[in-house]
């Protein structure tokens, strides 16, 4: 079965950066897009990036460009989400998701979601 | 990008109740590039309809997705306790990025 396992919670302070994880399983993982998406406490769910993990690709949403750096390891199935010149409003759930269909795609398998926290 | 704005905010509703959730899109959505999710507290949101009108393996059939363009339309024929979430719309068409409606939240009455 299909299983997307994340890294633990992590704590930084304003200005660091921080490395998530997304261990993927149960599927051929150079097949499908790898997307990321954060949730900020309370609020709804907001798209980061995705990466083709096929190739060397990946595709960012605007407002996090020049801070964001998704990159992929084909020989262990795992995903990574860097964020860097973190901020307090940076404080969010962010949940890796299987990219299928056209086009980016629709999100049909979801990690469990690792809380980064930014706070002096 | 394409905004999506989810009405309404919260729906109250006794189990057994229709439920109709609205989603519509700042422009046209190409070839109906929608899906729907449901999130519960603590969880990740979980795909219920693709392509706009596709159920998602697993899914039971109470659930149906409908609409194009611009306004899309999800139905849960009868609520069940198990239904009580938010759920969320997407687009995945162009122009890119993929983005998300607020959510709305099914309470129950």
């Known amino acids: 079965q299909v299983q997307l396992v994340q890294s633990g919670a992590e704590v930084k302070k304003p200005g660091a950066s921080v490395k998530v994880s997304c261990k993927a399983s149960?599927?051929?993982?150079?097949?499908?897009?790898m997307h990321w998406v954060r949730q900020a406490p309370g609020q709804g769910l907001e798209w980061v990036g995705r990466?083709?993990?096929?190739?060397?690709?990946?595709n960012y949403a605007e407002k996090f460009q020049g801070r964001v750096t998704i990159t992929r390891d084909t020989s262990s199935g795992t995903a990574y989400l860097e964020l860097s010149r973190l901020k307090s409003d940076d404080t969010a759930v962010y949940f890796c998701?299987?990219?299928?269909?056209?086009?980016?795609?629709?999100?049909?398998?979801w990690g469990q979601g690792t809380l980064v926290t930014v706070s002096s | 990008e394409i905004v999506l704005t989810q009405s309404p905010g919260t729906l109250s509703l006794s189990p057994g109740e229709r439920a109709t959730l609205s989603c519509r899109a700042s422009q046209s959505v190409g070839s109906n590039f929608f899906a729907w999710y449901q999130q519960k507290p603590g969880q990740a949101p979980r795909l219920l309809i693709h392509?706009?009108?596709n159920r998602a393996t697993g899914v039971p059939d109470r659930f149906s997705g409908s609409g194009s363009g611009t306004d899309f339309t999800l139905t849960i024929s009868r609520v069940e306790p198990d239904d009580f979430a938010v759920y969320y719309c997407q687009q995945y068409g162009d122009p890119p990025p993929v983005t998300f409606g607020q959510g709305t939240k099914v309470e129950i009455k």
């Open positions: 149960g599927y051929t993982f150079t097949g499908y897009y």
């Open positions: 392509g706009a009108t």
């Open positions: 990466i083709n993990p096929n190739i060397i690709g990946s």
């Open positions: 998701a299987r990219g299928r269909g056209f086009n980016y795609g629709y999100l049909d398998y």
